[in-house]
């Protein structure tokens, strides 16, 4: 490390020029300037007479010297301006011997920018007119008197050892609030100080002192912003105390970092700081840290925490002209009172990128005991080193606020060895030990409410946070973003491509079609339409397109693409040479048109691979089949198509924690919090990896952080809500949903958020298996419900081809069906805490092996604790590992705490469908849609019960839920369960149009081609038969029973399976 040179090293103030100058005689007055540095004059200008146009050149130079040895040091440039006094020389009347002289205004240049490494700077300084000074009286608009000065050193004061590693701390006391009544502005005058002490080099503190406070009544509140003061007693001009550029701006409560901070203390110190006492500093002290400085500070956070900030009243004492007082030790104790402490919390400095805390912190009264189990701190600032204190309150006496007595060592040593042998001499512990200084007076301070509110501002970070771009870069390096694919078309690819693209003009031809027609119709019902206006709405729609010959126009703009297709693909150019052959190639051509109707249409995760939702949900069901390394790989890949997509990268970070790779994970959740710093759910994940680390202290940073935005949010959700009582008139007790909408209503959750949940979209495949009556074995399937319950109930519809993953499935736990959450927040109006949301989050995506790790901070969150939502993730947990003891006693435990909640019994519906006890999950199913409140997703609740309705042959009962479960939420499964129960009960028409719903949102469904291949064949339809029967053979129906039963059919009408042999007509 560079040294200082031991030598002084001078500090020039020149002030060059005054500009807007005003004396007290005449046009053109002569002034003089004086320099003041440290209390110590250090010369006067030469008289210079100003211009009649106010300016005047002064070319005044005066220094000091820089001696960081001994005498002026970094410290005093810190926190000490030069003063420079304007005196006019009035002119000598007849028979006077000496000038007489008026001071007329004072000027503060602020050395800090020496302490940023400057060698020189320039600055125009406001002169501040004295009291009764001419300038007082200027008028309005008028120009303020200022003077030039140039600050000039011949080398930079600090080394670049100091600047990389020093740092420059600032304290502001602003004010006390809420002081004892005893405090009265009258009799004896009265010191009010606060002080703190600041770690320096090796065994020695350094106090920071504020005197002086002005004793208010209150009445009203203090303005803000207002100007921060210097700590400096004296000053002739009332203006010069002011700090330039340095004010006090207040702020909200909730954005506190102390005490006081919360909605049930608004109200409180709305009173405090308007109506009741207070006593106002508004100062400012400012203390360099060298680097050896830095890291005594930082390790004494870290091991302290809690920082003693003193509070004490002291008599000014009046000391007569001509006479030296003497005050002995005795004398000086006893002039201290209301001797009291407030514990600062400054951990957070701690936390990286931090560099201020502003907050309200209570006042206690200051015990040895207390002090020292809080703050380690085994001395009093005003007691054990106040032997000066009375000297320095003399009037007349020390002004400086800045003497810095230094606590030594020895005094240190003494006062551990004197608490270590009053501990082994006692049979309680030493913080029972009643203490040496009673304390009554500062009991007041605790009757009285008081508290500080303080600001501790540092100029650089003492843990630097690592910038956004870096993360980025980091980020990038270790997932590169995905480049757009290429897309070359030509020849049969072309023409496919084509195709697709006329199909989706078509499409949209279609729908705008449709708006205009029925458009307002449908924004009016909203979501109200049944099918059977649907079905006439189609009915209206296809008379209107034939009727207007925009059906035969569309056909005319596919008819092109079609050719092409059969031209490039097929390579068909010349005429068939018989019948038969020309059947087969438009069967062959039909199929391959329609499959790519639907790749145009519907296209998911093979179809679109640049769609980073369909990745998150592939990902989601690998961390089902607990597949960790196939589940990091989908989420990687997510977030190379977006590398600032928030889930991708907090999902990211949860499988960095699961493999081990705490490095990247680190990286993934504070790029997280960079992107998105009001996300609850990431600073909550950063604070639970910093919890594996062991880093308490980025620990508390973090769910500090996560709670204040929960806190937020709630409290833009109540005023909401009032804004909606006021305007609408009706009292409104909203509940909160988990991501912060009102719930209750029957179509809470319908409007769908881009990207669904993770579950749904991937869903259907799984749940087709699970209608299947008669097929396979038995074996439960457990289905699940959307996490959120502003989801939408809407699942995505998604193909995957048996492959590696879907054999995987049927290997876990839980079949080959998904387990997400349910949001347990319908009936319960307690708010969700920042481990619940987090909870939710990792249910939705089926991280259930980080959710225990978080269950168990929910567990002893002081806001949270067991609570019905809490039970219910516990079965469901154990419902994945088919636990089913351990999940219905959970269930047991959740419906004793909520037993209205429809989600209870929604979920003790799956346990007993996946228990194989049907009758009962049937009533539990019943009896929660029979609630007035819904559970937070019905689709799987009416998929279900119109699934056990169908086993039990209640067509009638399957239809009408079917109904329900496609007016909510359309999928393939949701029209396959209502086909089948109208096909039972002979309903033809509506069971085909059902089918043909359910066929448009999957094709690729074996169980609704074989349903369409019995109806056609109960309708007599031999061609559309045979062709649902071929794609029913080629999906491989695998439900035994029910391909018996279209053999059975087809030999009863004697048709419908190509293979039969018909005679030749």
């Not at 106010?54 to 970094?74: H, M, R, V």
Request: aromatic share 8%; hydrophobic share 35%; proline share 6%.
């Amino acid at each position: 490390m560079e040294q200082v040179a031991s030598t002084g090293r001078p500090v020039q103030i020149i002030v060059t020029d005054g500009y807007d100058l005003k004396g007290f005689k005449g046009d053109t007055p002569v002034t003089f300037i004086r320099a003041e540095y440290n209390h110590v004059v250090l010369g006067d200008s030469a008289k210079i007479t100003i211009s009649p146009d106010g300016t005047a050149k002064y070319n005044f130079t005066s220094s000091f010297d820089f001696n960081p040895e001994g005498g002026i040091t970094l410290d005093d440039l810190a926190h000490k301006p030069v003063f420079l006094t304007m005196t006019e020389v009035l002119p000598k009347e007849k028979k006077q011997k000496d000038e007489k002289t008026l001071v007329l205004g004072q000027a503060v240049v602020d050395l800090l920018p020496l302490l940023e490494g400057q060698s020189s700077f320039e600055t125009m300084a406001p002169l501040h007119p004295v009291p009764g000074s001419l300038l007082e009286t200027l008028r309005p608009g008028a120009k303020q008197c200022s003077l030039e000065v140039k600050v000039f050193v011949s080398e930079p004061l600090l080394t670049t050892a100091q600047i990389l590693g020093g740092n420059l701390l600032k304290v502001t006391l602003e004010a006390a609030y809420s002081v004892p009544e005893s405090f009265i502005p009258l009799g004896p005058l009265q010191n009010y100080m606060v002080g703190l002490q600041v770690p320096s080099i090796g065994e020695k503190d350094y106090p920071i002192l504020f005197r002086n406070g002005t004793l208010k009544l209150g009445g009203e509140r203090e303005p803000v912003p207002r100007p921060k003061k210097w700590p400096i007693a004296n000053i002739l001009a009332p203006g010069a105390n002011n700090i330039p550029d340095a004010f006090i701006v207040g702020g909200p409560y909730e954005e506190e970092d102390g005490e006081l901070n919360h909605p049930e203390d608004r109200e409180f110190r709305n009173q405090a700081e308007s109506v009741k006492k207070r006593i106002i500093w508004d100062l400012e002290s400012r203390c360099y840290l060298d680097p050896h400085a830095v890291i005594s500070f930082q390790k004494r956070i870290a091991d302290c925490r809690f920082w003693p900030v003193e509070i004490t009243r002291v008599p000014l004492v009046v000391v007569p002209k001509g006479k030296a007082a003497k005050i002995d030790k005795n004398e000086d104790e006893s002039q201290l009172s209301f001797h009291g402490v407030a514990y600062v919390n400054m951990v957070p400095l701690l936390y990286p990128g931090v560099k201020r805390i502003r907050g309200a912190f209570h006042v206690y009264p200051y015990l040895d005991s207390t002090v020292h189990e809080k703050t380690k701190c085994l001395f009093s600032l005003f007691r054990d080193t106040g032997h000066n204190l009375v000297q320095n309150n003399k009037i007349g006496g020390i002004i400086s606020p800045q003497s810095k007595p230094i606590i030594s060592k020895n005094l240190r040593e003494d006062k551990m060895q004197a608490a270590s042998i009053k501990s082994q001499s006692s049979d309680t512990p030493l913080e029972a030990e009643p203490s040496v200084y009673h304390n009554p007076e500062g009991q007041q301070y605790v009757e009285a409410g008081t508290y500080l509110v303080l600001e501790i501002q540092l100029d650089k970070a003492l843990v630097p946070k690592r910038m956004p771009e870096e993360l980025a870069k980091r980020v990038k390096e270790m997932i590169p973003p995905r480049p757009p694919l290429t897309r070359r078309t030509g020849g049969a690819q072309k023409a496919v491509s084509d195709y697709h693209m006329q199909i989706k003009n078509i499409s949209g031809a279609i729908l705008d079609e449709y708006y205009t027609m029925f458009g307002k119709h449908v924004a009016k019902l909203g979501y109200e339409l049944d099918s059977e206006t649907l079905e006439e709405q189609k009915c209206q729609l296809n008379y209107e397109l034939n009727c207007s010959g925009k059906y035969f126009a569309f056909k005319e703009q596919l008819k092109h693409a079609v050719v092409k297709i059969v031209r490039e693909k097929y390579l068909k150019t010349t005429a068939f040479e018989n019948q038969e052959e020309l059947q087969k190639f438009i069967s062959e051509l039909y199929v391959f048109l329609v499959d790519q109707m639907h790749v145009a249409l519907n296209q998911r995760l093979v179809r679109e691979p640049q769609n980073l939702d369909h990745w998150l949900d592939y990902g989601a069901f690998c961390l089902l089949t607990e597949d960790n390394i196939k589940a990091q790989e989908c989420f990687r890949k997510a977030l190379s198509l977006n590398q600032n997509h928030i889930n991708s990268l907090l999902l990211c970070g949860v499988m960095a924690v699961l493999m081990e790779n705490y490095e990247q994970a680190e990286i993934f959740f504070e790029n997280a919090t960079c992107l998105e710093p009001t996300n609850i759910v990431a600073w909550t994940l950063l604070g639970l990896y910093y919890e594996i680390q062991n880093n308490d202290i980025r620990m508390e940073m973090a769910f500090h952080e996560a709670s204040k935005q929960l806190q937020a949010r709630l409290m833009k959700q109540k005023s909401a809500a009032t804004v909606n009582y006021f305007e609408e008139g009706v009292k409104m007790e909203p509940s909160l949903s988990p991501r912060g909408n009102t719930n209750g209503s029957a179509t809470a959750g319908k409007e769908a958020p881009a990207g669904t949940g993770a579950a749904l979209s991937i869903l259907d495949e799984f749940l087709e298996e699970s209608s299947k009556l008669h097929s396979e074995s038995q074996e439960p399937i457990l289905t699940v419900q959307a996490q959120d319950p502003n989801t939408s109930q809407k699942p995505s519809n998604m193909f995957l081809k048996e492959g590696p993953a879907k054999k995987e499935a049927s290997k876990c736990d839980v079949s080959s069906a998904l387990l997400n959450s349910i949001p347990y927040y319908g009936v319960s109006q307690t708010p969700p805490t920042i481990f619940m949301e987090t909870i939710r989050f990792l249910m939705k995506v089926n991280a259930v092996q980080y959710v225990h790790r978080v269950l168990a901070h929910e567990l002893l969150c002081p806001q949270g604790g067991p609570s019905c939502e809490y039970y219910l993730v516990l079965a469901q947990t154990h419902l994945l590992k088919k636990d089913f003891a351990k999940a219905e006693e959970y269930l047991h435990q959740a419906a004793q705490m909520d037993y209205l909640n429809p989600n209870v019994w929604g979920l003790k519906g799956h346990f007993c469908f996946l228990s194989g006890n049907h009758s009962e999950a049937r009533e539990c199913y019943e009896r929660t849609i029979s609630f007035v409140a819904d559970a937070s997703e019905m689709h799987f609740i009416f998929l279900r019960l119109g699934l056990i309705y169908l086993e039990e042959k209640e067509y009638e009962k399957a239809k009408k839920t079917y109904l329900q479960a496609c007016k909510r939420s359309p999928s393939c499964l949701t029209w396959l369960g209502l086909g089948i129960s109208c096909y039972r009960l002979e309903e033809l028409t509506e069971a085909e149009d059902a089918l043909s719903e359910a066929n448009a949102l999957n094709n690729h469904n074996a169980e609704v081609w074989a349903y369409l291949a019995l109806v056609c064949l109960k309708a007599g339809r031999q061609l559309e038969a045979e062709q649902a029967y071929k794609y029913t053979v080629k999906l491989k129906l695998k439900d035994e029973a029910l391909l018996a039963e279209i053999h059975m059919v087809q030999e009863t009408v004697g048709f419908g399976n190509p293979s039969f042999c018909h005679p030749s007509s």
